[in-house]
């Protein structure tokens, strides 16, 4: 709805602009515009959604520039093939720049792109079939299929076109699994890489894709200047970006469109008033403002006028309803998971030292021990959160242990985290939806298996809250609903009983046994003795970092070690 | 290879490396404690030469000049982090890093309104003149930025080593988490890294400026070549940083004397991208890039 009314807004604007506000400066300032706002859209998608700041935008917009430029000058190709070429030149050289340097932490991305822009000025400085310090003149104006666009009315509508293209580009991304993928990413890295979500893969594409716009950007730019020289995508140009995508709204691909028209009347009015060198601390003050005061941005400011305005109706707030157990279908390729030898120290800490089981397919197979025992550290090392440092693991013969977490989850092994780890930037079912992205569904495919999930936890009515507003137990309930979303043939919990209250955790061992009776592998790491003793077919005991006792419940409850670990050798011998 | 070049080429790249490693310093500091990238960095050592050039250039006796513009340096960085992140201190990593972008942007701006867009110039502080060593020929300048970094690393390393703020900041790079469970006032450190860092960066300016000129828009290369030095520290280690920043300093030195002077920056920017490159994708695989992270 939002996004027809912008749309529309966006239309109107765009036609009536030449005709309400006649001339050619102002036309060229409408060129201009369209021609930032080509890149700007891009810069949304890598910094608002990949979160990812590139220092050196404008790097790629000289990618482009300059393919335009020498390609139609010295060369007199077709002007869109030429612009082509530049878009797929600057996205080949973000890809290779991006995929090793985005394993990195630390915003390196930032200064990498910006090292980028300014060895590209050098080269395009010291380098003779650039024209160096002169630039390149007489580049025609742009032309489609061999049809020259004499004049600068037809041009302008291109740009607009073409921006109003890249916008579709950026609606249909926000739409998509990668881009509720990137929403999750923002909202906790580790409950996405559960879901088997590829981060690094993920923001390298946003990169990329920012990369060919912003070329776009350069090429419609210089064919309006009619010269590039090196100066023309300076570093000024590249906070432009940041200035509009940030002033615009980050959270929307039409802030990138609001921003370029923000920045551009700006500086024109700066231009006007005879002031060009406040820009940049009109614009660093408007950056750093907007972040701390209302991170939304211009667009978000809009967005919020229009619910004020045409509000929605508060979602009614429905509680805890019978699950429906028929929601789900039972899987018929349960996983077996081996561990043979594992082993991690932290420093001198052995905190998991040889330990080896086995959790056979279909089974409630439970991990305990007393504190600092190294269940949870066990765990990350099956789940692929922490290396090992000897050992390993199968699943269904196959070795993962040097699978990444992602990569694990997508073999089909969910789990759930002993501090919730929920999306909170989205609502309960799209939390779910999350959970089948390895799926590949369509969209009203992963909503419907979504729903199912729900319902098979008793949530259903709970589908359009935040994550925020239920209660504890009912948001563990959503994270095991997105593990089930999965359609896991191993699924993994992290204490689920912890922080729930009586009635709670009786539920939860309800449910257990209900994924359980799917046919689903489960590995229960718990504390609650009562909790496991009634659900696990195989309880597996650690101490101290390692295995001692396996078994079943009744033995285990016998045992001698098991007994003197949790209880102390003295107090037994008291008893 | 002849070595008067070569030790003509080695001693002005320390010089400039020295401010490098200052800013690599001022970076890795203010990441561990605080956790952001400051942007900002380099633009607080263009302030400190533009402030002292300008004041002396107003009759300001130099002793003041320099003062001065290290006050100027300190508190722009204490306001920076009053202002512009003490508010946001929970906001996400890139809104925060992005922040001290618009923080340097502005640095530029005011510098560029304030001082005019000419690069300026100031007298050496004893005097222009030159010394001969090992068949080079150097500024007597070069010794005044020597001495003040090795004064400023060593007060650094008597800080980090023999105070509790120092050793606050120490067990901030190690786990800033832990750090702060333990009681570290990660708030008030926030704030005296900032200061410090303002500061030294804006000295390191003023040493600087009668060799180099000070000029509004230097304050991106600094920041970047210190930030090359900061990074092979991992952002950790304020030795290294020290010592890439000083290695960047003679790197480009060299490139310009020994390849070309148009493609200095290339060079030295080339090797930050190579570095990264290697870094990320050549000898990281698999689940130890989890931990590299």
């Known amino acids: 709805m939002k996004n027809a009314a912008a749309l529309a807004s966006f239309c109107i604007l765009v036609v009536l602009y030449p005709w309400i506000i006649r001339g050619t400066y102002p036309l060229g300032v409408g060129i201009i515009t369209g021609a930032l706002a080509a890149g700007t859209v891009g810069f949304v998608l890598l910094l608002g959604y990949a979160h990812q700041l590139a220092l050196g935008q404008a790097g790629f917009c000289m990618v482009g520039g300059y393919a335009s430029a020498l390609l ?106 990668i881009g509720r993928a990137l929403k999750a990413i923002a909202a906790s890295e580790t409950a996405a890489l559960s879901t088997g979500m590829d981060i690094r893969r993920y923001k390298v594409q946003m990169f990329v894709l920012s990369a060919g716009m912003a070329s776009v950007c350069g090429s419609l730019a210089v064919h309006y200047l009619r010269a590039m020289d090196p100066n023309v995508f300076g570093f000024a140009f590249s906070l432009n970006f940041i200035t509009a995508v940030i002033v615009g709204g980050l959270m929307t691909v039409w802030g990138g469109v609001v921003g370029a028209a923000l920045i551009t009347g700006l500086r024109e009015l700066l231009r006007g008033l005879s002031l060009p060198l406040w820009e940049g601390v009109i614009m660093g003050a408007l950056t750093v403002i907007v972040l701390i005061a209302f991170r939304r941005g211009f667009a978000g400011f809009l967005s919020l006028l229009y619910d004020r305005l045409f509000g929605r109706q508060e979602t009614p707030r429905v509680a805890l309803v019978e699950p429906d157990v028929s929601a789900l279908r039972p899987i018929a390729n349960a996983a077996t998971l081996e561990v043979r030898g594992a082993a991690r120290s932290f420093g001198n800490l052995r905190a998991v030292n040889g330990v080896s089981f086995t959790v056979a397919a279909g089974s409630v197979t439970a991990l305990i021990g007393p504190n600092g025992a190294g269940k949870t550290t066990l765990f990350n090392l099956v789940c692929g959160y922490q290396p090992l440092d000897a050992g390993e693991v199968t699943l269904d013969a196959r070795r993962i242990e040097t699978l990444l977490p992602n990569q694990i989850a997508a073999l089909g092994v969910g789990r759930t985290f002993q501090n919730l780890q929920l999306f909170d930037n989205m609502n309960v079912l799209d939390n779910v939806i999350c959970g089948g992205h390895r799926h590949l569904w369509g969209e009203s495919t992963g909503r419907e298996k979504a729903r199912a999930a729900l319902a098979f936890v008793g949530l259903q009515g709970a589908a359009s809250l935040m994550p925020g507003e239920l209660a504890f137990g009912h948001q563990r309930l959503v994270e095991i609903a997105r593990a089930l979303a999965l359609e896991p043939r191993l699924l993994l919990m992290d204490e689920p009983a912890s922080g729930l209250n009586d009635s709670e955790t009786e539920r939860l061992a309800e449910l257990t046994l209900r994924i359980a009776a799917l046919g689903i592998t489960v590995l229960l790491v718990e504390h609650d003795m009562r909790l496991v003793m009634g659900l696990a077919d195989h309880v597996v005991v650690m101490h101290h970092g390692e295995k001692i006792a396996d078994g079943a419940p009744d033995a285990i409850r016998r045992d001698r070690a098991v007994i003197e670990a949790y209880l102390g050798i003295e107090e037994h011998a008291a008893a | 290879m002849d070595l008067s070049v070569f030790v003509q080429l080695l001693l002005p790249g320390l010089t400039t490396g020295c401010v490098y490693a200052l800013v690599a310093l001022g970076f890795v500091l203010c990441a561990n404690v605080s956790g952001v990238v400051n942007f900002a960095q380099g633009e607080y050592v263009m302030l400190g030469g533009v402030v002292a050039a300008f004041a002396s250039s107003q009759g300001i006796a130099l002793p003041l000049a320099v003062g001065l513009a290290v006050l100027v340096g300190g508190c722009l960085g204490a306001l920076q982090e009053r202002l512009t992140l003490a508010p946001v201190r929970h906001a996400p990593d890139f809104i925060q890093i992005t922040i001290t972008l618009g923080v340097a942007v502005v640095l530029r701006g005011v510098a560029l309104i304030a001082f005019g867009k000419d690069p300026l110039s100031m007298p050496g502080f004893s005097g222009d003149g030159v010394f001969e060593i090992g068949g080079a020929v150097v500024a007597l300048q070069s010794l005044w930025v020597w001495g003040a970094t090795a004064l400023m690393l060593a007060g650094m390393f008597w800080f980090l080593m023999f105070t509790d703020p120092g050793r606050a900041v ?124």
């Not at chain 2, 410090?196 to 000029?215: D, F, H, K």
């Not at chain 2, 991106?220 to 010592?243: C, D, E, M, N, T």
């Not at chain 2, 030195?253 to 020994?258: L, M, T």
């Open chain 1, 72 to 177: 139609c000058v010295n060369h007199k190709w077709d002007p869109l093939a030429a612009l082509l070429v530049g878009a797929a030149a600057a996205m080949a050289i973000a890809w290779l720049v991006a995929t090793p340097i985005l394993k990195l932490r630390g915003f390196v991305l930032a200064m990498a792109s910006l090292a980028l822009h300014l060895i590209l000025v050098v080269v395009a400085f010291e380098t003779p079939f650039t024209g160096g310090a002169l630039g390149t003149y007489g580049i025609p104006k742009f032309g489609l299929f061999g049809l020259h666009l004499a004049s600068d009315l037809a041009y302008y509508y291109v740009v607009w076109t073409i921006v109003l293209a890249f916008v579709g580009i950026g609606l249909a991304v926000d739409r998509s699994r």
């Open chain 2, 170 to 293: 120490r067990a901030c790079s190690i786990n800033l988490q832990a750090a702060r469970l333990m009681g570290v006032d990660a708030e008030r450190l926030t704030l005296f890294v900032f200061v410090v860092a303002g500061a030294t960066a804006a000295l390191a300016g003023v040493v600087v400026t009668p060799i180099v000129l000070a000029n509004w828009d230097a304050g991106i290369a600094y920041g970047l070549k210190g930030f090359v030095g900061a990074i092979l520290g991992s952002f950790r280690s304020p030795l290294v940083a020290v010592l890439g920043g000083l290695g960047i300093g003679v790197l480009e030195s060299f490139a310009a004397g020994y390849v070309s002077s148009g493609y200095k920056d290339a060079m030295v920017y080339g090797v930050l991208l190579a570095y990264l490159l290697i870094r990320g994708g050549v000898f990281v695989f698999g689940r130890a890039a989890l931990l590299a992270r």
